[in-house]
């Protein structure tokens, strides 16, 4: 059992380009979540997924999509890059979504945008 | 929305001494309080979690304290060892915002030997 990965584990992108970053569960959970870290903020949360056909919007949505096709898979797009979007990215996922689910982190990605 | 505060940024200390982190959260309505550990270029990995009904929780060499009046919440680490090195995280949410956590910047903990 994986668990939860994460790719690319690293990349880096002009300006302008459109990117998306791969996350995938084995764990059949409901909820599935993206998360940007940067240096002092700690972890923000970009867009969510409480089951599969949903998606919300979260502390950071600008310049991000997301979409929820299935359980396992949730992909996070940058239609078009900008070097603020320059981070690392964390996908993590939680069994039903309840408030007080433990969440588990993919290993991240790590995005520079140059 | 939620805003969590977490201090110090960075904690150094001496192998076997207690390390202790603060977080504040400001919306009243929060009930669920975990804290993350994350080493160094790993991903960030849940330690303990305490939610509102209770006022302390232990599990070994770890505890947390939650304060409801005052709206804080502690991380308590015992006779620190240098594994315990890492980057901790609190977070704070409340069950009509189901899972979304909000994170506090972490504090970055160094365990001298």
């Known amino acids: 059992i994986a668990g939860i990965t994460q790719a690319p584990t690293s990349q880096i992108l002009a300006a302008g380009r459109r990117m998306t970053l791969r996350c995938t569960q084995d764990?059949?959970?409901?909820?599935m979540y993206w998360y940007r870290q940067d240096l002092g903020l700690g972890l923000r949360l970009i867009h969510y997924s409480n089951t599969a056909g949903t998606t919300g919007k979260g502390e950071v949505p600008d310049g991000y999509s997301v979409s929820r096709a299935n359980t396992d898979d949730f992909p996070l797009t940058l239609a078009s890059a900008v070097p603020s979007q320059t981070s690392v990215y964390f996908c993590?996922?939680?069994?039903?979504?309840?408030?007080?689910?433990?969440?588990?982190f993919g290993p991240g990605t790590r995005l520079t945008v140059l | 929305g939620e805003n969590v505060e977490q201090h110090p940024s960075t904690l150094s200390v001496q192998e076997g001494d207690s390390a202790v982190i603060k977080c504040t959260y400001s919306?009243?309505?929060?009930?669920?309080f975990p804290w993350y550990k994350q080493e160094l270029g790993k991903r960030p990995q849940l330690i303990i979690d305490i939610r509102s009904n209770v006022g302390e929780k232990k599990d070994q060499r770890i505890a947390v304290t939650l304060n409801k009046t005052a709206k804080h919440f502690s991380l308590h680490i015992t006779e620190t060892q240098p594994e315990d090195s890492a980057v901790y995280f609190c977070?704070?949410?409340?069950?009509?915002?189901?899972?979304?956590?909000?994170f506090g910047g972490g504090t970055r903990v160094l365990v001298k030997p």
């Open positions: 919306d009243s309505a929060s009930n669920y």
């Open positions: 764990m059949r959970h409901n909820a």
């Open positions: 977070a704070a949410s409340r069950k009509a915002a189901g899972n979304k956590l909000t």
């Open positions: 993590a996922s939680s069994e039903r979504g309840a408030a007080t689910d433990t969440q588990y």
